[in-house]
């Protein structure tokens, strides 16, 4: 292809590109949202920690059993309910203060991951009893994303 | 230990030099040797032009998130299958291509009734002021665009959003069936400039 054809269909392309990020343009937090879901992925990542702040690490033991578990660092906080469910499992559902983009339950070699629901509620519907941990990335006030992990506790 | 914060990346993909796929190569490296944050910086850097390529396929909004996230997540999981890391932006836009077509497929076969398959084609509800900032080239070339069929449209899109020169081989190396994407390349480019000079259009020899 002669180097004149070339340089015209590159200018046509980016044109093009012009156009499709104008009519089509990408969720606005598309980038943080896949940013987060990558990080909690990411095994390889360090986390900073949260600690425990209320609650025992203590398990459910049966149906009528429940256990509330508070973790922060001092600016971000983590509330997770424990409860039985009928199969013998263990529910989670968890509520964060910040944004939360992705939320991830560790248990050993499992991993478990919630989809953010409004206002930093997550939920794990079904998952056995036993050490697990959590792994989230949140927006903070100022937009930025931070990842946390807990403590290991039981459920 | 200290909270930590994601580093912003740089946000912009279009400076010419280095090439979007040569820093998605550095980025990769980075993080394969263990500076995780490196991998916060790739997937600001190739986002957005994975969302063009998905989008291509004709999905919608939502399925088209899904597949730009099946694509980070299968590279985190199966990035040591990559021999050579500098093919990562070929790998994961062609990762992304075979995901939004797996997915596009069974959708369409789900529903085929669905309006659904039109919708890529409309704008995206703009607000006032996306349509005022919408120049009146950009409209023209999507008019034009808007005019070749549903393949041409979609190949169009993808070759615009992937800037690997040699992304042939690439395709060759992962045995898809894209050899005939240079001719058939052209011949859309061709058909669409047909279309755009049949309406006085003038601003071929003006790129960026």
Redesign the interface.
């Given at each position: 292809m002669e180097n004149e054809d070339f340089a015209a269909d590159a200018a046509l392309f980016a044109r093009m590109r012009r156009m499709w990020e104008e009519v089509d343009p990408m969720p606005a937090d598309l980038v943080d949202r896949m940013v987060a879901a990558v990080a909690v992925e990411d095994l390889s990542r360090e986390y900073a920690l949260l600690t425990l702040v209320e609650g025992a690490m203590a398990a459910v033991r049966g149906e009528a059993d429940t256990a509330t578990l508070q973790f922060s660092d001092g600016t971000t906080t983590v509330l997770l309910h424990v409860t039985a469910t009928e199969d013998g499992g263990r529910r989670v559902d968890g509520w964060v203060e910040s944004t939360a983009l992705a939320v991830r339950l560790v248990q050993g070699d499992r991993e478990w991951s919630a989809e953010p629901g409004e206002h930093g509620r997550f939920a794990f519907d079904e998952v056995p009893p036993g050490v697990a941990r959590l792994r989230l990335v949140v927006r903070d006030g100022a937009g930025d994303l931070r990842d946390f992990q807990t403590p290991q506790f039981e459920v | 230990?200290?909270?930590?914060?994601?580093a912003d990346a740089e946000a912009s993909v279009d400076s010419v030099e280095p090439a979007r796929w040569e820093r998605a190569a550095a980025l990769f490296v980075r993080w394969r040797e263990?500076d995780?944050r490196a991998?916060?910086e790739l997937?600001?850097l190739m986002?957005?032009p994975l969302?063009?390529v998905v989008?291509a396929y004709g999905l919608d909004?939502a399925l088209a998130?899904d597949v730009?996230?099946t694509t980070?997540?299968t590279?985190?999981?199966r990035h040591e299958s990559i021999n050579d890391p500098q093919a990562v932006s070929g790998w994961l836009t062609m990762c992304a291509r075979r995901e939004a077509w797996r997915v596009g497929k069974q959708h369409r076969r789900a529903d085929a009734t669905e309006a659904e398959s039109l919708e890529?084609h409309l704008?995206?509800h703009?607000s006032a002021e996306?349509t005022a900032?919408?120049?009146d080239?950009?409209r023209r070339?999507?008019v034009a665009?808007g005019t070749l069929n549903e393949r041409c449209q979609r190949l169009?899109?993808i070759?615009?959003?992937e800037d690997r020169p040699d992304y042939a081989r690439i395709a060759e190396d992962l045995s898809m069936p894209i050899g005939s994407i240079g001719p058939t390349r052209q011949r859309c480019?061709a058909k669409?400039?047909a279309v755009l000079e049949g309406e006085g259009w003038r601003?071929?020899?003006?790129?960026?």
């Open positions: - | 230990m200290g909270v930590m914060t994601h263990g995780s991998m916060d997937v600001r986002t957005p969302w063009h989008r909004h998130q730009v996230q980070w997540l590279l985190v999981r890529p704008p995206v703009e996306q900032a919408t120049d080239e950009s070339l999507w665009v169009l899109r070759v615009a959003f480019l669409l400039r601003g071929d020899d003006d790129g960026e």
